[in-house]
């Protein structure tokens, strides 16, 4: 139906059926200029912020209408107009007392959208409309009967993917915690701290024992907002620029800041009538409006936010404090609180377990007591940290509890990278280099085994982390998905619950976990390719220019061109990988030499990806320089001052 009433938006014409991507691509929130005529501000009290939007677009656009009715007692159109409306947001007013909520928490967006979508046909002149509908009645007769039967209609159409939403929308808080590595909760294994609120957790919903990100925190942050693989986004390094433009190697430019105009999840959420708020780390952004720290509150609406708090300040970060654990959990509550009544979003982003790592006094010493010492691995300070997450999502938990609203909301708890195992001191390596050094180890944290290194790392130490989802009466509780995931699959899970929607051209590298959720079977994620794009170098964490895709069981790493080995040392050469992580999930037992046809087809399958994708394969640097080539810096070359990340077509 959505091809019979085009609409002209900002002098183009535009589908109805796109006209809610349109608006996004052009920033507006909810209601195009040339729609601003209709009659539902003088019907119904929208949200303030809304209400004063439109009526500032009535005045602008009503002076380059022709032919719009203007008063119901002359206009029989108007009338229709004003019907059609009643008539739209009594079925969405039907449909959202089923939970009880407030009307306006509920049809703002929804029935709005619709009843311009119908209406959009009838900004058009009087001569243009017989013309367009075809019908040899008067012009207000034809607007009437037309516009009853189509609000008829979509009543009829309960279940209509245009409006209708899936029946019980919950609210979603999603908890991503900072460098916790897998074996850290006690339902993964962890035997040092004890996380008994993440256990109970995992115990009332679903554990994700194969669930991936990226192996820094910039890239699964976007990844994680936008449902899209790094190599697509173009943020696959941490912000902001640093390289290594003498290596090996050459590192192909990656996105400098996240743009304002990108779809992230929190816009698509905000369109689908949910209040959103972010609360700590942001990292995607160097810029005015972020950085490391957070999103500035005055920027939060740009990336689809209606809220974040200001900036924390030094002193959460100071020895003897928790890093902001506390106080993005009091901000995390109240806003829950405020929201009660309407579907949320909360995206609860910790600084935790991050270094430099600082916890209460009074907890580090209580694993002092219990013999840990100031030095790692398993330093005091560092599980103090750990315990001081699983008391955070105890708090909100509880709160979700006595309010009562446990049952409608869907969290989603993991770590946007694997632990910390071993940080190497790669700045240490003699002048001019060496063409094999061995890095020393510099830091070391937490033991990742069964997994094998850490942050930073295409190995599973690095990439795999704990992940953890509860939906009460929509999940059953103590359920344990073996299947792969990624970090992409975050948003086009939470747009399936809440009735959401992506514009058409932003494509998403994810799908829905809900059928792995809801016992439809893992068949067609069982054998889902995964990829890593990881086309840099951060010697600090052993990384070099590498790829690996994951199918089934098996998983195979390329290095381009050079890699750092178990033992620290660095090697020169191309280098392929081969693991069954069901048999060996420590990357112990290298098959490539004896499954050469499995490593053929695989690393085929990495190529015809990175095409379709349209990313750069790392090739041999022109500039390579031996003596310089693992020096890092934050200073461009000259040959790379004016080169940018280009993003790839749709």
């Known amino acids: 139906m959505g091809d019979l009433f085009p609409t002209v938006v900002d002098g183009r014409c535009v589908p109805a059926f796109q006209l809610q991507q349109f608006c996004v691509r052009q920033g507006s929130r909810l209601f195009p200029a040339r729609l601003a005529h209709l009659a539902i501000p003088h019907v119904v009290s929208l949200p303030s912020q809304r209400t004063e939007h439109l009526r500032r677009t009535t005045d602008a656009s009503s002076r380059n209408m022709v032919g719009v009715a203007k008063c119901p007692r002359k206009h029989p159109a108007c009338w229709a107009d004003l019907g059609g409306a009643l008539l739209v947001i009594g079925w969405m007013h039907r449909r959202s007392r089923g939970r009880g909520h407030t009307l306006p928490s509920r049809w703002t967006f929804q029935s709005t959208r619709l009843y311009f979508l119908m209406s959009s046909v009838f900004t058009v002149t009087q001569s243009d409309r017989r013309r367009l509908i ?22 009829w159409l309960c279940g209509s993917s245009l409006v209708a939403s899936p029946p019980g929308r919950p609210n979603i808080l999603l908890i991503l915690t900072d460098d916790q590595g897998w074996p850290t909760l006690g339902c993964y294994g962890g035997k040092i701290v004890p996380t008994p609120h993440l256990d109970r957790l995992a115990e009332q919903g679903a554990r994700f024992t194969d669930a991936y990100v990226t192996s820094q925190c910039t890239p699964t942050r976007a990844s994680l907002l936008t ?15 640093y390289g290594y433009p003498r290596a090996r190697m050459t590192e192909p430019m990656f996105l400098e800041n996240y743009s304002r105009q990108t779809f992230t999840l929190a816009k698509g959420l905000r369109l689908a009538g949910y209040a959103t708020a972010i609360f700590g780390k942001w990292h995607l952004t160097s810029n005015q409006d972020g950085n490391y720290r957070g999103l500035h509150p005055e920027a939060a609406g740009e990336y689809g936010f209606d809220f974040a708090p200001p900036l924390l300040s030094d002193r959460h970060f100071q020895p003897g404090a928790d890093r902001g654990v506390s106080q993005l959990t009091d901000q995390t509550l109240a806003f829950i609180e405020k929201h009660r009544d309407r579907p949320w979003f909360c995206f609860l982003s910790h ?15 209580k694993y002092r007591d219990r013999g840990y010492g100031d030095v790692g691995p398993n330093r005091a300070v560092y599980l103090a940290g750990l315990e001081c997450i699983d008391r955070s999502v105890g708090r909100v938990m509880d709160r979700l509890d ?23 001191d790669f700045k240490s390596v003699a002048s001019p280099n060496p063409e094999s050094p061995i890095f020393p180890v510099e830091v070391r944290e937490y033991d ?30 103590g359920t344990v998905v073996r299947a792969p995931v990624h970090v992409i699959d975050v948003l086009p899970t939470c747009f399936e619950v809440a009735g959401a929607t992506a514009p058409r051209d932003h494509p ?3 799908r829905s976990l809900m059928p792995l959720l809801s016992d439809q079977g893992d068949m067609d994620f069982a054998q889902r390719p995964l990829f890593q794009y990881y086309p840099f170098y951060d010697l600090r964490w052993g990384l070099t220019p590498s790829v690996s895709i994951r199918v089934g069981k098996y998983k195979l790493i390329e290095f381009f061109g050079d890699r750092v080995d178990d033992g620290h040392r660095y090697r020169p050469g191309y280098r392929a990988e081969l ?3 069901r048999a060996d999930p420590g990357e112990q037992q290298d098959l490539s030499s004896e499954q050469p046809q499995r490593v053929a087809k695989l690393r085929q399958q990495v190529r015809d990806w990175m095409d379709q994708v349209g990313c750069e394969v790392p090739q041999k640097n022109p500039h390579f320089d031996q003596s310089t080539a693992m020096e890092e810096t934050r200073q461009k070359p000259e040959w790379l001052q004016d080169v940018r990340w280009r993003r790839p077509m749709p």
Not at 402 to 424: C, H, P, Q, Y
């Open 134 to 155: 075809g019908c040899p009645l008067p012009c207000s007769v034809a607007t009437s009967v037309l516009l009853f039967a189509i609000g008829v209609m979509t009543q």
């Open 227 to 241: 449902g899209q693989y790094t190599a697509r986004h173009g943020l696959w390094h941490v912000l902001s620029w």
């Open 351 to 365: 600084h935790m377990i991050h270094g430099v790592v600082v916890a209460p006094d009074a907890l580090t010493q």
């Open 402 to 424: 006595r309010l009562g609203i446990a049952d409608d909301t869907l969290v989603i708890f993991m770590s946007d990278n694997g632990g910390i195992d071993e940080k190497l």
């Open 448 to 477: 990742n085994a069964p997994l094998r290194a850490g942050k930073g790392s295409i190995y599973e130490g690095g990439v795999r982390v704990p992940m953890i989802v509860r939906w009460p009466g929509r999940i059953k509780p």
């Open 508 to 510: 998403l590298d994810g």
């Open 579 to 581: 693991y069954d992580l």
